[in-house]
T-cell receptor, first 116, second 118 residues
Framework: AQKITQTQPGMFVQEKEAVTLDCTYDTSDPSYGLFWYKQPSSGEMIFLIYQGSYDQQNATEGRYSLNFQKARKSANLVISASQLGDSAMYFCAMRPHLGSASKIIFGSGTRLSIRP | GAVVSQHPSWVICKSGTSVKIECRSLDFQATTMFWYRQFPKQSLMLMATSNEGSKATYEQGVEKDKFLINHASLTLSTLTVTSAHPEDSSFYIC??????????????FGQGTRLTVV
């Protein structure tokens, strides 16, 4: 069975500090993709970063980096130098199969609050 | 990045009426679109996979006669909530991928529709 687990329902972080959001996954598929999305209070889903299961290096996108540990099946999101605008819900997601018809499954999310 | 437009962004309807939500890919074609439902403070739950030119694939526990999906073109999928009840009140959001792109690329999401049934 495919599953995404986010064990931190909520986190508070001081502005300008780095924060790590945890994500573990379970799949038997040899090829898969891992995603992180940000959902502000407006509800839109904002794509942050992607990691392919065969990628040798950890993905980075600006202040976002993904700490991919394949053997441990973890894909933690690291946000450096947090900003007040980073306060939102963050979802880890996985697409177990390749192909446009393959569906993304989501974790339960982590609510991140940045303190000024 | 690619743009997915969802309309309306919010709707209030009376119990027993039907509501149609549209999901359009604006600058790419999508043979497949996905419809999700999100209750307050919860995650996105996949309801169904919308396939252009064929029947939608529904997830277990989702009533296909209740949530009608039509994917008549490569850029438009619609979700109709039929005979809506207050328990159908939720946030509905669609996503789509550019079918020309191979590999495990991101899915783009619409803005979501907040449905309130009174």
């Amino acid at each position: 069975a495919q599953k995404i687990t986010q064990t931190q329902p909520g986190m508070f972080v001081q502005e300008k500090e780095a924060v790590t959001l945890d994500c573990t996954y379970d799949t038997s598929d040899p090829s898969y993709g891992l995603f992180w999305y940000k959902q502000p209070s407006s509800g839109e889903m904002i794509f942050l970063i992607y990691q392919g299961s065969y990628d040798q290096q950890n993905a980075t996108e600006g202040r976002y980096s993904l700490n991919f540990q394949k053997a441990r099946k973890s894909a933690n999101l690291v946000i450096s130098a947090s900003q007040l605008g980073d306060s939102a819900m963050y979802f880890c997601a996985m697409r177990p199969h390749l192909g446009s018809a393959s569906k993304i499954i989501f974790g339960s999310g982590t609510r991140l609050s940045i303190r000024p | 990045g690619a743009v997915v437009s969802q309309h309306p962004s919010w709707v209030i309807c009376k119990s027993g009426t039907s509501v149609k939500i549209e999901c359009r890919s604006l600058d790419f074609q999508a043979t497949t679109m996905f419809w999700y439902r999100q209750f307050p403070k919860q995650s996105l739950m996949l309801m169904a996979t919308s396939n252009e030119g064929s029947k939608a694939t529904y997830e277990q526990g989702v009533e296909k006669d209740k949530f009608l999906i039509n994917h008549a073109s490569l850029t438009l999928s619609t979700l109709t909530v039929t005979s809506a009840h207050p328990e159908d009140s939720s946030f509905y959001i669609c996503s789509a991928r550019d079918h020309r792109k191979t590999g495990n690329t991101e899915a783009f999401f619409g803005q979501g529709t907040r449905l309130t049934v009174v």
